[in-house]
């Protein structure tokens, strides 16, 4: 908005200072204000007028709205649940946490449709399937070579372990919300849908104690191979899929899980450098 | 010194990138020279403390890149530009610095935002600060990693090819930015032999793996005294020869008898001692 000032009219310094100071109510400050706002002379006036303490304040309060609005929304939220802003800003920064659940949701989307439509057999079809999802976008997760700004990042104080398995950590979850919405195109709602959870955490912290010294795609290369081999042998031997289910598989896919958390916890130090991509 | 290396080596698979390489760096600016995979780029990461080497000893900053508590220590006075900057695209110029100082430790808003501005002016970004980085220029987005590197005004800064893509005004802001504070010590590597002399107190020329030179430019270039000579026609003895712009052949190597020999420049001596040796047949 632009007022013309009356000509010749100017408040004077007394009015002005009022002004500053909040002392002006109702009609003296609005027609003070919109002098001051088409009126050069009067607002470098002003300038001098107002403490520099109190722009800076009110500086710092415009600017810190500003960052705050200017976060993205997923961030704030991480914040308002009371996580720090170093993690949450880490967290989300990277496009591979985007790529990695983007790939849960299609993949899960597509074991969904393939359960419901296609399979012939679908608990065994599921079972062999739903463990190597969270498998799969935690590499991508995982992954430094996937983030383009991973060399900057890993020579600041920032622990990039930490960074790596938090980003792992929250892909890995989202992937197994996303199999579970997919295991209601089962079409028997039993236990079939909750025993891949422990063989998939295992198979996924296998991947993760073997990714600093294979690489990341190779380890979960090899560990997937692994599994749909294994279960291949088993399928052969007439074990079907069904072997999943049993006491010894959930087991021993504890104990390995528990024995591959323990090695990842080992590993700590030596992941923060030299881990490959 | 601020960098101590002894014997260090470092293997990635079947290649050899430092075979037992030795340097102590101390401050101002020291200038890295050699050729592709000569072992700059891995001798970078290891002082960055983003890659272990095999084996050797490495104190930066006093401190043992080894241990983990050390080693935070060092990044907290390190600034490192990587030979690759890779940024977010969906990232302003503002955005993306302002993520590396969050994770550099700026917990201070108001701090933080001052020291970001104040980068970001350093390099010439001020105007682009709102820009999306995809639409950022090659020279650009080395400009953007230099920024990165020296949020927190560093003790040590490692750069790796910090001069690549910029024009020759950026060029000489670039030199002025880095030799500003001769107390901070800079390692630079480089492909240009003419930054080296116009910067470095300090220049370590490498190759395959192995420190070949250590001195200041000035004894560089000397050390390739009697080495380069000027004559009409290629002499048998030169490892190198060029057509100069005055129609002269510059040539390189054993001067034959009653030639005329001229004062070598830094790039001289770095191909006597690099640019020769490439052109020798691969030992079997």
Sequence with gaps: MTVTPAAGWHPDEPALQDYVDGHLTGLSAGSVEAHVLGCPRCRAALRTAVPASRLDRTRDLLEDRLDQAARP???RGLARLG????????????????????????????????????????????????????????????????????????ATPYRTVRLLLARSLAVGLTSVVAVALAALALPDRDVTAVVWLLPAAALTLLVLVLAPQLGTAPAAAGVAAAWVALNGVLE????????????????????LAAAALAALVHQWAGLDRGGRA | MTVQVRELRKRFGRTTALDGLTLDVGPGVTGLLGPNGAGKTTLLRVLATVLAPDSGSVRVLGRDPGDPKERTEIRRRLGYLPQEVGAYNGFSVREFVDYVAVLKEHTDRKAR????????????????????????????????????????DPELLVLDEPAVGLDPHQRLRFREVVSADPRRTVLLSTHQTEDVAALCREVVVVNEGRVLFRGSPAELAASARGRVWRNDVRDPGAD??????????????????????????VEDAYLVLVGAKALEPAAV
Excluded at chain 2, 245 to 252: F, Y
């Design chain 1, 73 to 75: 929304r997923p961030e």
């Design chain 1, 83 to 154: 996580v720090d802003e170093a993690d949450a800003r880490a967290l989300l920064a990277a496009p591979s946490l985007r790529l990695a659940w983007t790939l849960a949701v299609v993949a899960a989307a597509l074991l969904g449709l393939l359960l419901a439509e296609a399979a012939t057999r679908p608990d065994a079809v599921f079972l062999l399937v739903a463990p190597l999802l969270p498998l799969a976008t935690t590499a991508v997760a995982f992954a430094p070579a996937l983030d383009p700004a991973f060399a900057i990042v890993a």
């Design chain 1, 236 to 255: 052969r031997r007439g074990l079907g899929m069904d072997w999943v289910e049993g006491a010894a598989a959930q087991g021993i896919s504890a104990v």
């Design chain 2, 113 to 152: 935002r001052a020291e970001v501005d104040r980068v970001i002016e350093l390099v010439d970004l001020t105007g682009q600060a709102y820009t999306r980085i995809k639409t950022l220029s090659g020279g650009m987005r080395r400009r953007l990693g230099l920024a990165t590197a020296y949020l927190g």
């Design chain 2, 240 to 265: 190198l020869a060029w057509v100069a712009g005055d129609g002269s052949t510059r040539q390189i190597g054993d001067p034959p008898a009653g030639v005329e020999l001229v004062e070598p420049t």
